[in-house]
C-alpha cells in the first residue's frame, strides 16, 4: 500500500515512515503544506495520513480541495488538536479517522488498517474476484482455494488490480505505486512487463486472463470482454 504522510514534525515523520514500512509500505512523505498539495495533484495514493497544523498552510484546505476534486483517497487526520470542534470539522469534511497526538504507533496502524477495510476492501480484510481471494492480514493469496506463492511485488501488483478492476493503468502509475513517486525519473517502464509476466504464470490459465494488455498504455483487470 502506497501512503502520504503530510507531516511537518520531521522525527515524527521519520517514526511514522520506519514504523509502516516494516509492514512494507511503500510510504512518500510532504513536510509542509504546499508539498502535499504538489504530491496529492501528481500521484495517486492508497492512502493519506494528514496534520492539520502544516507549517505553510492549513491540512483542512488540502482535505478541502482532495475531495473537491473527487479524489476517493481515505484520509486519517493525526493532530495535536483535541477539541471536539476540530475533530467534527475534520470528519464532516470528509476525513475517514481523526487521531489525536501524541498516539501510538501501533494504533496508528490499526486505524489505517481499519479505514482500508471499510474503503477499498469492503469492510472485509479479504479481497475477492471470482477464483481469486486474498488474505490481507496474511498477505496471501489463493486461486481456486489453493495457496500461491508471490514476491512481495507481485503481491502487491495483484491487491492494486484487483482493488481497482476494470479501470486502465499505466505503465506510470504501477510503477510509481509499486516503487514510489521517484521511480517517474526512469528513461522506460519496461521492467513492469517482467512483473505482469511472473504474475500471470502464478495466477495460472484462467486467473491470468485477467490481465489485459491495453496497447501502448498500460494494462487493465478484468473479467469483462474488451
Known sequence: MKILIAEDEITLQ????????????????????????????????DLILLDINL??????????????????????????????????EGLDLGADDYLTKPFHLTELNSRI????????????????FNEIKIKTEAMQAYVNEKPIQLTKKEYDLLVYFITNKNRVLSKEVIAEHLWGDN????????????????????????????????????YKFTDEDM
Open 55 to 88: 507549517i505553510t498552510g492549513n491540512g483542512l484546505d488540502l482535505l478541502k480541495l482532495i475531495k473537491k476534486e473527487g479524489k476517493k483517497i481515505p484520509v486519517i487526520i493525526i493532530s495535536a488538536n483535541n477539541s471536539l470542534d476540530d475533530k467534527v
Open 183 to 218: 521511480i517517474d525519473t526512469v528513461d522506460s517502464f519496461d521492467f513492469i512487463y517482467v512483473h505482469i509476466n511472473h504474475l500471470r504464470k502464478k495466477l495460472t490459465d484462467v486467473a491470468a486472463n485477467y490481465i489485459r494488455t491495453v496497447y501502448r498504455i498500460g
Open 113 to 128: 488498517k481499519a479505514v482500508m477495510r471499510r474503503g477499498k476492501y469492503d469492510g472485509d480484510s479479504n479481497i475477492s
Open 14 to 45: 521519520e517514526s511514522i515512515v520506519k514504523f509502516l514500512n516494516r509492514d512494507a509500505h511503500i510510504c512518500e512523505t510532504a513536510s509542509d503544506y504546499y508539498e502535499a498539495i504538489s504530491k496529492v495533484s501528481i500521484y495517486e495514493y
